[in-house]
T-cell receptor, first 114, second 113 residues
Framework: QKEVEQNSGPLSVPEGAIASLNCTYSDRGSQSFFWYRQYSGKSPELIMS????GDKEDGRFTAQLNKASQYVSLLIRDSQPSDSATYLCAVTSSYGGSQGNLIFGKGTKLSVKP | NAGVMQNPRHLVRRRGQEARLRCSPM?????VYWYRQLPEEGLKFMVYLQKENIIDESGMPKERFSAEFPKEGPSILRIQQVVRGDSAAYFC???????????FGSGTRLTVV
């Protein structure tokens, strides 16, 4: 069974701090990696995608990928109370040739305190 | 430029009834995915469809669940003879390529009473 593991949290950081979210995955064949943000009662919203080893920055968000360690992370700089949400890590499944199938972690709940 | 449209937003069914959930993908998107999210659980893949074809249904329960994406009209996720354990949020997503992440609809919250 292919899995994506995340700490469930809650992760609590003060406003203005850096929030660090981590994710490990078991499928060595995974090629694409995503971070989604989900507010309570809402649908997931894609915030970052990363496909090769290293860092990818977009505004206050930085995604980091290490395929050898099967590890993905998301850094949120200058955290704001509006960043309080559950962050879902997702990876593509290499199983059965269905390249669009995403495997999601259960999410890390982030709370940014004013 | 409408996003992924799902309806209804909320659906209440009695045990044993049928539930039909609809999803219209974004314009130009031909790949549709259905996911289920149980309370306090992650999103679980159910089925991946393209127009008139089921590409991957490895996440679909073997009984009572079916999905289609006809040539014309929305994709439909159908749950027959619903049970309380089917109560969940059902999300549809679409993409143009199937490879680069996708956009989710607002979801249908199914409650079985």
């Amino acid at each position: 069974q292919k899995e994506v593991e995340q700490n469930s949290g809650p992760l609590s950081v003060p406003e203005g701090a850096i929030a660090s979210l981590n994710c490990t995955y078991s499928d060595r064949g995974s090629q694409s990696f995503f971070w989604y943000r989900q507010y309570s009662g809402k649908s997931p919203e894609l915030i970052m995608s990363i496909y090769s080893n290293g860092d990818k920055e977009d505004g206050r968000f930085t995604a980091q990928l290490n395929k050898a360690s099967q590890y993905v992370s998301l850094l949120i700089r200058d955290s704001q109370p509006s960043d309080s949400a559950t962050y879902l890590c997702a990876v593509t499944s290499s199983y059965g040739g269905s390249q669009g199938n995403l495997i999601f972690g259960k999410g890390t709940k982030l709370s940014v305190k004013p | 430029n409408a996003g992924v449209m799902q309806n209804p937003r909320h659906l209440v069914r009695r045990r044993g009834q049928e539930a039909r959930l609809r999803c219209s993908p974004m314009k130009g998107h031909s790949h549709v995915y259905w996911y289920r999210q149980l309370p306090e659980e992650g999103l679980k893949f159910m089925v991946y469809l393209q127009k008139e074809n089921i590409i991957d249904e490895s996440g679909m329960p073997k009984e009572r669940f079916s999905a289609e994406f006809p040539k014309e009209g929305p994709s439909i996720l159908r749950i027959q003879q619903v049970v309380r354990g089917d109560s969940a949020a059902y999300f549809c997503a679409s993409s143009s390529t199937g490879l680069y992440g996708y956009t989710f609809g607002s979801g249908t919250r199914l409650t079985v009473v």
